[in-house]
């Protein structure tokens, strides 16, 4: 029987940054992954997404070309070979990651896990062979998968999940997306500039409810000229195939034919079938509950990533992976999710990290704000990039920057200069006085610096 150190469950951000992070730390380690290394981040979520968004914006630009003074005959697309494309990337990354894993002396184990007592697990192998090894600290970092709802029939041929539309074939002349959060937004965008006729429906009363209204608002604006539908405030009772297409019946009695509907909800928690109950692993609504340590209530086992719930963002399961990990070699640290900057691919982007300013007034948390518009930045203009503002919240006492917002061209970008300032407790003046290379896009997060002071040079009508 093998011994580890570690042994992690899972390997996707959460899982093999904290293999390899554990590695490092020179403890022996095995990782344990039933299906492909990069969990749902690398091979059917964040990457190829972004390897879509990638040829997206190529061909919306081609299109757009003849702005800038360049006309293009004949502008073809062929979804077979965007797809091909994307599947170039995933693999390269994978095996990237796999490269990572091997030079760190990572043992890699292809199969499922369940475990036997608190410090064995069973590794049911891909060959039918099984194996038990053990570990003085495990970590579980299992990921989640897309919710499915019994009314939506999901068939993953006509009506789907992100999983199959990543994978499609031929782009539908028509699609319904079940959800306008982050991923359904992202493929609205996406398939219609590929040429479907795209519809939203969402429950609450806006898409991107996690955002501010002035952000959304921009979003909503973009679709509509797009010519893409968005109902809002709607609720999907049933959606079944028939002979005419996928119909999508709503409460209100209201029917829609299309080609393909995407059902994009949420996600559920990989955490069936690892045999938690056996050893008495607290679990809630399906998520793995852990203190900020990462720590479950069972000594010695950790948790981490997609299936904790929480923020489900790659980059915080990462964080996650490393805490886990660390603690489970003997320091002490929590993880502080104060300072996330999360990103959103739409066109164009939206980014956030800290306080939002809904946040701020639901909590009564008094703040002074700034704000710059693209369509006052030299670098925008020039980019044909007009749309959008930087915001920032600073605390009204300490000028401590609090949050930032950001909609528009590389928002996912430029909101890493907001995130360190709050990460160190950076003041807006320190922004502000931060000499910004021109012309540029983080001038614009400068200017909104500035403009918490009443400061901005190329703003007019505020005043101190």
Known sequence: MKEFDVVVVGGGPAGYVAAIRGAQLGAKVALIEKTRIGGTCLNRGCIPTKALYASYKALASARKAGKFGIYLKDIAFDIKKTVARKDEVVNKLVSGVEQLLKGSAVESFDGSASFETPNQVKVAKRDGQTEIITAKKIILATGSEPAMIPAFNIDRKNIITSTELLNITEVPASLLIIGGGVMGCEFAN???EFGSKVTIIELLPTILSMEDKQVSRVILKTFKDKGIDVLTEATVENVEVTENGVKTLLKDGREFITDKVMVSIGRSFNSQGLGLEKIA?????????VNDKMETNVKDIYAAGDVIGGMLLAHVASAEGSIAVKNALGKNETMDY????????TDPEIASVGLREKDAKEKGI??????????????ALCMGE???FVQILADPGTDKV???SIVGAHATDLIGEAAIAIKTGAKTKDIAETIHAHPTLPEIVMEAAEDVH?????????KR
């Open 454 to 462: 009443g400061l901005s040079v190329h703003k007019i009508g505020r």
């Open 281 to 289: 692993v607290n679990t809630e609504k399906g998520r793995i509950v």
């Open 402 to 404: 609090l949050g930032c």
């Open 190 to 192: 996406i398939f219609s």
């Open 386 to 388: 007009e749309q959008g």
């Open 366 to 379: 008094d703040v002074k704000i700034g704000r710059f518009p693209y369509a006052a930045s030299g670098k």
């Open 338 to 345: 104060s300072c996330v900057p999360a990103g959103i691919f």
